[in-house]
């Protein structure tokens, strides 16, 4: 007699409950409850339903964790909220200073910390809605990431479903995704004997983790979770928890693994304790940690300090200094960049520095030689930047041998021979033959990375290959490459050369803000190229725009507004741009990028008046915002007004607003409107 299926429903919902719970006790609190034996006869049984009743599968069951196939890319979503990063502060004299600050912004207020290990991982933000996982992101420039979901979902720690029994609409939660030590020890150690290139750090490996296509490969590594941050939107925090502990005490609720090692710390002496403390006992964790994050208890203050244009003004990251070790300068190399410039790096005789093998570091400039006085032959003190890029700290002349040579930066070009220049007032050394190999090399790999035009498989070695052989000079030649052409190039068949051919064409379809970040502008990075994008939504508008013009942009400096006017003063970019149009890039702004159009229409119609001192922003730059998103600034109150902008020290014009009933916005108010 056939099981009914209101039994076999009841049974499903039983069996998932149970291996929820099982999996929070083992993964989250570290405490099982039943035996593994238990739990894989459990996840078989509902493994075995699922499979034969598929319409009883639900997104948040446990089997769902894991993909059945990779997917083809990841998309670009707009975060909720912006991940902000953290100012940093070295030392505790430079916490002091950053407490001055904020006192001064709230002289009233009792000084209250939590402090919490700074994991060394990736940031994630995760949505919820209804209390069900319906999306992981990586942080991205922390406006925009890449949606990651099925590779969230493979992490144990992070529940695909709130422990709430009314789950509010919406719940968002950021938190760090890394790998344990063991792990991180264990995955190279697979690698090494497979003979793949082993990964640098654990923070390198979670990183790389996120990103890879197949969800099983992600399942496999046992990447880990750590939340730190709660907000439910549409409601106010302070209605949820009042303070950063209680949040904290909410994730652990709903579900999540919380680092346990936080403490409430209600002085500056207080917090320097904990920071000494766990600056030796941090050595025994099985997991990296490279500072503690500070952060104020109250939720309502925090709301009241707001931001920086970067940073929040009521947290802070209070970092250990980089991993030391001593070594030789075995010799001087020089290396030409993209835009080329020329850096000297040192190279050294291998030492172990922050679990890594080091053999080279740079030097920057020449400025930097000459405050070291480094000779080749010296013994330098080396350290990770950022435990990442290693740098030479210091050099040891008591140690230097008699016969040790000084560095001097070459007065030719090594790539092309050409005489490099330097300009007055600047430490930069450069190469300034646009045909440089080192140059053009530079240019197209960066021209085909993942934040410009995204070509998959033009890695150096082949970018190094058409250089050698004369196939491109710019990377406008890419567009007219063959298949032929391209398969004569070396371990370059057929299907792989016809498929490079076809991502280069698919690369036209990439919206104008990665075209302009590919160009390789100086000082132009990923996010200023969105801005920019936004601002001047055609190639032609930017490039007939003034200095003036493109640094009244919000976050756009003097700096950045001149390099942009310089690069298209030069003719051969002006031809490669015209290149490029015939070649079909997309030069303006499409319906593909909608957020620049909503960002316009946004104050259509609405009338702004600015009033007093605002934060971060000059009032020059709150009127361009403004007058970006459609809106008008004037500078009397009346009953057409729409918002009054207020800062410090507001005069009149706050009290006439208050007696018209006007909408009042600080300036953290108008950015969020503009995020949102």
């Known amino acids: 007699m056939q099981q009914p299926m209101s039994e076999i429903h009841q049974r499903v919902q039983q069996l998932r409950e149970q291996v929820r719970k099982a999996s929070y006790a083992y993964y989250v609190l570290d405490a099982p409850v039943i035996s593994d034996e238990v739990y894989d006869r459990l996840y078989r049984e509902l493994q075995e339903l699922e499979t034969k009743y598929p319409e009883l599968i639900s997104p948040d069951s446990p089997t769902q964790r894991v993909g059945e196939k990779p997917v083809s890319q990841f998309v670009s979503v707009r975060h909720n909220i912006p991940l902000y990063s953290l100012e940093n502060a070295f030392n505790i004299e430079e916490f ?351 021209w085909a990375s993942r ?15 058409m250089v050698d052989r004369h196939l491109v000079n710019s990377v406008a030649d890419l567009y007219d490459l063959t298949a032929a052409g391209v398969a004569s190039l070396e371990r370059m068949g057929k299907k792989s050369a016809e498929k490079l051919v076809a991502a280069i064409g698919e690369s036209k379809k990439q919206p104008w803000a990665r075209v302009l970040y590919g160009l390789g502008i100086r000082h132009v990075g990923s996010v200023n190229a969105k801005i920019l994008s936004e601002r001047f939504s055609t190639v032609e508008l930017l490039s007939e725009a003034s200095p003036p013009d493109i640094s009244a942009v919000y976050g756009i400096g003097e700096e950045i507004s001149l390099s942009v006017w310089q690069w298209f003063r030069v003719p051969a970019n002006q031809m490669l741009i015209e290149r490029l149009r015939a070649a079909g890039l997309q030069l303006a702004a499409t319906v593909e990028e909608p957020r620049g159009k909503e960002k316009k229409l946004l104050f259509a119609g609405k009338t702004f008046v600015i009033t007093g001192t605002l934060p971060t922003m000059k009032r020059d730059e709150a009127k361009a915002l403004i007058e970006g998103a459609g809106g008008k600034v004037t500078g009397s109150v009346s009953s057409k007004t729409d918002y009054l902008l207020v800062g410090e020290d507001a005069g009149s014009k706050l009290k006439k607003a208050e007696e018209l009933g006007i909408t009042l916005l600080g300036e953290a108010d108008l950015l969020k409107m503009l995020e949102g």
Request: aromatic fraction near 6%; charged fraction near 25%.
């Open 96 to 446: 002091a200073t950053w407490q001055e600050r904020w006192l001064r912004m709230a002289p009233s207020e009792p000084v209250a910390y939590v402090c919490e290990l700074k994991i060394d991982g990736s940031a994630l933000a995760l949505t919820y809605e209804n209390g069900i996982l319906v999306r992981g992101a990586t942080r991205g420039d922390g406006i925009a990431g890449e949606e990651i979901t099925q590779n969230v979902k493979t992490i144990r720690s992070i529940p695909l479903r709130l422990n709430l029994e009314n789950p509010p609409p919406s719940v968002e939660v950021r938190g760090e995704a890394f790998l344990s030590l063991a792990v991180f020890e264990q995955i190279n150690q697979e690698r090494s004997r497979e003979g793949e290139a082993l990964f640098a750090n654990p923070r390198n490996a979670a990183a790389g983790t996120l990103r890879q296509l197949d969800s099983r490969i992600v399942a496999k590594r046992r990447l880990d979770f750590f939340a730190y941050t709660l907000h439910i939107p549409g409601r106010d925090d302070t209605d949820v928890a009042r303070t950063q502990g209680e949040s904290l005490e909410m994730l652990q609720e709903m579900g999540f693994r919380v680092n346990p090692n936080r403490k409430l710390c209600r002085s500056l002496e207080e917090v320097g304790e904990y920071y000494d403390l766990w600056n030796t006992e941090r050595l025994k964790l099985p997991y990296m940690t490279d500072g503690v994050v500070v952060k104020i208890n109250s939720l309502a203050l925090q709301e009241r300090l707001g931001f920086t244009q970067k940073f929040p003004r009521w947290a802070v990251a209070l970092k250990y200094p980089a991993e030391e070790a001593p070594t030789r300068v075995e010799a001087v190399t020089v290396q030409v960049g993209r835009t080329g410039t020329l850096t000297p790096v040192a190279e050294l005789l291998p030492v172990q520095l922050a679990l890594t093998t080091v053999s080279r570091a740079t030097l920057h400039n020449s400025d930097r030689i000459a405050e070291l006085d480094l000779h080749i032959g010296d013994t330098v003190i080396v350290r990770k930047a950022g435990e990442i890029i290693p740098e030479v700290v210091r050099v040891l002349p008591e140690l230097r041998p008699a016969n040790a040579q000084r560095f001097q930066m070459p007065a030719h070009c090594p790539e092309c021979g050409e005489p490099v220049v330097r300009e007055a007032g600047e430490a930069r050394t450069a190469c300034v033959n646009a045909s440089c190999p080192a140059i053009l090399r530079g240019s197209l790999i960066h």
């Open 451 to 465: 934040d410009a035009l995204d070509i998959n498989g033009m890695g150096e070695k082949l970018v190094q290959q």
